[in-house]
């Protein structure tokens, strides 16, 4: 009895603490494009105007590097439609953009985590000593 209620509060417990993960067996279901293999040289215009063609461009934005301004060789793309996106992405992926192959796909939503306090880092190290 008491191995079962253990597993039952297992189960419990992963269930809680990964129920805010997706299962990445299909793409996720939305409309932002993350775009690898930029060349330096594009900018934020050039990219909409590549992928205008494929629907309603909502926003676009490059990322840059802080210290020196020069992009990071990656992006976003956000379409109206999750059609739209799907239609860009199996168009784009692999496709040459100024001289430089592209890696298209879904982008994936921001993991917001918690910041790891001193007292949590002290609970784990006691916890792993007294075992």
Not at 104 to 127: C, G, M, W, Y
Request: glycine letters at 6%; one cysteine or more; aromatic letters at 10%.
């Amino acid at each position: 009895m008491r191995k079962t209620s253990l597993i039952h509060f297992a189960r419990q417990v992963i269930t809680s603490s990964y129920s805010h993960c997706r299962s990445f067996s299909s793409p996720p279901s939305n409309n932002k494009l993350f775009v690898a293999g930029l060349s330096w040289s594009v900018d934020e215009k050039s990219l909409k105007e590549a992928f205008s063609s494929f629907g309603e461009v909502s926003e676009v934005r490059i990322m840059y590097d802080r210290e020196s301004g020069r992009s990071r060789g990656f992006g976003f793309v956000n379409f109206s439609s999750e059609d739209e996106a799907a239609s860009a992405k199996d168009a784009m992926d692999g496709k040459a953009f100024l001289g430089r192959p592209l890696s298209v796909s879904f982008a994936l939503d921001k993991v917001h985590k918690e910041p790891v306090t001193t007292r949590q880092i002290n609970r784990a190290i006691t916890f792993n000593r007294s075992r």
